[in-house]
């Protein structure tokens, strides 16, 4: 199964402090145990949410808002997504994590949505569709 493994935000990562060379370090030799044991397929640490932009749909309107946006508590960091057996195994990982901020912190561990869990609205065409993006992105990465 794969999960989507996401750092909360804090006031700190929201004011762009960057990590010490400590927590680089360890989260260097963290990322480096997942990429052996074959669970981490891709992570990265995000820019403070007032850089970014929020596009808000409502039918066919779109509407761009600006950062940074409320809720610290709601935002992402970073993430990682990893292959896992199960959310156990997901759960086992995050705890071995070094505190990925200066103070109190979260992780968030979300199960990713899998072809099969359409059901019968993933019509074999769809899914032969998703199937060439799948292979078109693995040749891109490889």
């Known amino acids: 199964m794969r999960v989507m493994v996401m750092v909360k935000a ?16 360890a989260m260097g030799k963290y990322n480096e145990e997942l990429v052996n044991a074959g669970i981490m397929l891709a992570g990265e640490g995000l820019k403070p ?9 409502d039918g066919p309107s779109r509407m761009v808002v600006e950062g940074p946006f409320a809720e610290t508590r709601e935002l992402v960091a970073g993430f990682w997504l990893w292959e896992v057996k199960d959310m156990a195994e997901a759960v086992a990982w995050v705890k071995r994590c070094p505190n990925p901020m200066p103070g109190p912190s979260e992780i968030e561990i979300r199960p990713v949505v899998e072809a099969a869990d359409f059901g ?4 074999p065409e769809l899914a ?10 693995a040749g891109r990465s490889g």
């Open 120 to 123: 019968e609205a993933l019509t």
């Open 10 to 25: 804090t006031k700190d990562s929201e004011a762009g402090s960057m990590p010490s060379t400590e927590l680089l370090e």
């Open 128 to 137: 032969d569709q998703e199937d060439r993006l799948r292979d078109k992105l």
């Open 49 to 57: 949410s007032a850089q970014g932009k929020r596009v808000a749909f």
